[in-house]
């Protein structure tokens, strides 16, 4: 009986272990998983600030009849150390601390100033252009947690909480294995009867955008030898993820079964209810897991989407984005077989709302309709046919 999707994952994520912590520079650290709570340093701001150009005035002073004697400067680095006075002021830029004795900030477009001495032209209300201390946040306050995924907002926040580096999951290193006599490296001239290789480079591609570092072990060649060597490679990569790309049908010439043996890789499941994607597998030896992709490019990227992802996220301490949507069909569908469907569709969203239409054409080796698609259309197993205007899950690429 073929495993269920949902079952699969379940169990792949149920094995699946954090990566080594490391110290990470903040300049390094983008796109990371954050592997502990982040408390503040310091508080910001550390001090009452202006938030625009102006005048720091005591609010008390601010009278249509009054003038004010400027008796100094202050600038965002430069503070004025003095204390300000009855109908006194300082000349404030935005940044710099309010001067002892002032509460509010006469923004410089509402003051004349003539030689030493400024008359407000209006009166603005008490605080008002003061950016409190603390207004941010306040030292000892924790304001990231463990599991978010480092980025420009994350990184800005951690550097204002004077921290300089930080506790992060390292990247997973994927090996990638491509397997076929068939296949050649993209730029060379292939036999009549061979063709490109390609699914490494989109296996690779959505590593790195989640956060693993891909590393292409090369083309092993239909024999035993070959893929035997090419695991050894990975061990000696000390990858954490070993992908393997096509050979694990049931085919004469699909060794990558009979090579998980004799390397002695624990396969825990192989094949899986899903079109298009079921000869995929999954297993672990020594501290590493192990999946096989299917050969056909697009049932090696959907699986590599709905299964290689997740572990890669959750490896790293994230979680996977609930990616499914509901959408509304523009174009019916047939009653679906005994394994849970993923149809490259076109998707619109209008207003909050989707809306799908599947391609034509879904054969699973054509990646052409793959790179048009912007969504999944989700076939649960032996659904029934369905008609314009019904509602459909639907996963955005």
């Not at 650290?29 to 910001?44: C, E, F």
């Not at 050649?184 to 292939?190: E, F, R």
């Not at 825990?268 to 999954?282: E, H, N």
């Not at 034509?360 to 008609?387: C, M, T, V, W, Y």
Request: hydrophobic share 45%.
């Amino acid at each position: 009986m073929l495993l269920p999707v949902k079952d699969a994952l379940n169990r792949i994520l149920s094995q699946s272990r954090t990566t080594d912590i490391i110290n990470v520079n903040l300049h390094e650290a983008d796109g990371y998983g954050l592997a502990q709570n982040v408390v503040a340093k310091r508080t910001q701001p550390p001090f009452a600030a202006s938030a625009m150009d102006g005048y720091a005035v005591r609010h008390e002073d601010l009278a249509s009849d009054k003038s004010l004697r400027v008796i100094g400067e202050a600038a965002a680095g430069h503070q004025f150390y003095g204390a300000v006075g009855p109908c006194e002021t300082v000349r404030i830029f935005t940044g710099a601390p309010m001067p002892k004795g002032t509460d509010t900030v006469l923004i410089q477009e509402d003051a004349h100033r003539e030689g030493d001495t400024i008359c407000p032209q209006t009166v603005p209300e008490k605080g008002m252009f003061v950016r409190q201390a603390g207004m941010d946040f306040k030292e000892g306050e924790m304001l990231l947690m463990a599991g978010t995924k480092l980025d420009f907002r994350s990184l800005s926040l951690a550097a204002a909480m004077n921290h300089a580096s930080l506790l992060v999951y390292k990247k997973p290193v994927v090996g990638i294995i491509s397997n076929g006599d068939e296949l050649v490296v993209p730029g060379n001239t292939p036999n009549e009867d061979q063709i490109i290789a390609s699914n490494a480079y989109g296996v690779a591609s959505l590593v790195r955008q989640n956060g693993g570092v891909a590393l292409d072990l090369g083309i092993a060649p239909d024999n035993m030898n070959a893929l035997i060597a090419a695991f050894k490679k990975a061990k000696q990569a000390q990858c954490d993820i070993v992908v393997t790309l096509g050979g694990a049908s049931v085919g004469d010439h699909d060794f990558v079964k009979d090579a998980l043996n004799e390397f002695n890789i624990l396969l825990d499941f192989w094949k899986i209810a899903m079109r298009p994607g079921k000869p995929f597998m999954f297993g672990s030896f020594d501290n590493a897991f192990m999946m096989g992709l299917p050969g056909n490019p697009v049932s090696s990227l959907i699986c590599g989407l709905l299964f290689l992802k997740p572990l890669l996220l959750s490896m790293q301490g994230l979680k996977a984005e609930n990616d499914i949507k509901t959408a509304v069909l523009e174009a019916p569908l047939p009653q679906n077989g005994s394994r849970q469907a993923y149809l490259r569709a076109s998707v619109l969203g209008e207003n909050g709302k989707y809306f799908a239409k599947a391609f034509e054409q879904q054969d699973s080796s054509i990646l052409s309709i793959l790179s048009k698609a912007n969504g999944l259309i989700i076939r649960p197993a032996n659904a029934r046919p369905a008609k314009i205007g019904d509602t459909c899950p639907i996963m955005l690429l």
